[in-house]
DNA sequence: TGGATATATCTTGATGTCAAGATAATGATG
DNA sequence: CATCATTATCTTGACATCAAGATATATCCA
């Protein structure tokens, strides 16, 4: 009887004629979510970065040619261009990465890894490994393959837009 | 092989000393509950509704004796006291709660649905329920069976601060 | 060549959230 | 009864995000 099982519990009450049960696992999963993401903000955070600010530098350091532009890393990270401009703004501001332009194509600009950034990034990965082997250390292999077989079915469902 | 396995991936070329297997569950884990959010937040919508307010509809409707303070509906939605007052405001401004000062403790204001914000949340929560059934239909009853059994065992690892 | 269209990025204004502190009423203590 | 601590809510300032539109460059084709 956890904090959903109450609230599934108090609706039984309020309104008998629904079928609530959907509510446990959608509810379970967003709380879960929310204070896993917090666990991990914590560990960008020992290392000056936000979750923003990681994503863009690992995403840099792990996809070919390590230098993307502004479009490629909207894409990448499933935001729009605005939170993108907003994003590279910020460490480019902390020196950790910085605008190229293009000598061809004058609306190019590719994104970078200073040195600095670079250094950062391949400290804070390690640490961020570690934190995510850990927020998992709970559940055996049975539940894992469990977790991620039933997550990977609605990520397959919802990103067709069904 | 989704995104997610992509992004691992690179990581394999990019890091091969690091195991970031965790990365899956947890990238998967992520990017579904806010697909889902997204999701959810469409059938808010068709009531003139968001997120924020409809769980503090939601949150009075269930609640006995369905009228709260501010400081109930913080502790119930896990949010700070400035976000209450701020979400009250607009739902108040809205004509769907009202705040009812006690008389025998100043400090006190509890706040109540209007009789159109229940006539609302009667509705919107029929569709909200529909909304999460359907969001779940594609998994079967043993599939859903261990997402919640691994998302329960999460949720109790988190929530004490481990 | 010139003008329409497409592409790429940035700017603006609004929103929801939080952290920290301000405000206000009550209760406890000497 | 005066003061201090406690409780409850609201205010302020900052931040990340998005949607929509502005700006700038490139490409196509008549």
Redesign the pocket.
């Known amino acids: 009887m956890d904090d959903v099982d109450r609230i599934l519990a108090q609706w039984q009450v309020a309104r008998p004629d629904l079928d609530v049960w959907a509510m446990g696992p959608l509810g379970r999963l967003g709380r879960v979510s929310s204070a896993l993401a917090r666990r991990m903000e914590q560990t960008f955070a020992r290392h000056g970065l ?4 990681f ?1 863009v530098l690992a995403t840099l350091r792990r996809t070919p040619p390590h230098a993307l ?6 894409a990448a990270m ?13 460490l480019a501001k902390a020196g950790l990465v910085e ?1 190229q332009g ?1 000598e ?8 970078r890894l200073t040195d600095e950034g670079q250094a950062l990034i391949e400290r804070a990965i390690v640490d961020h490994v570690a934190t995510q082997t850990e927020l998992l250390a709970g559940l055996d292999a049975e539940e894992l393959a469990g977790l991620d077989a039933a997550l990977r079915k609605l990520m397959a469902g919802l990103e067709t837009g069904a």
Do not use: K
Request: aromatic fraction near 0%.
């Open positions: 936000n979750a923003a600010g994503d532009t502004a479009g490629e890393l909207m499933m935001i729009t261009s605005g939170t993108v401009t907003n994003r590279i703004d910020q605008r293009d061809t194509d004058g609306r190019r600009v590719v994104i």
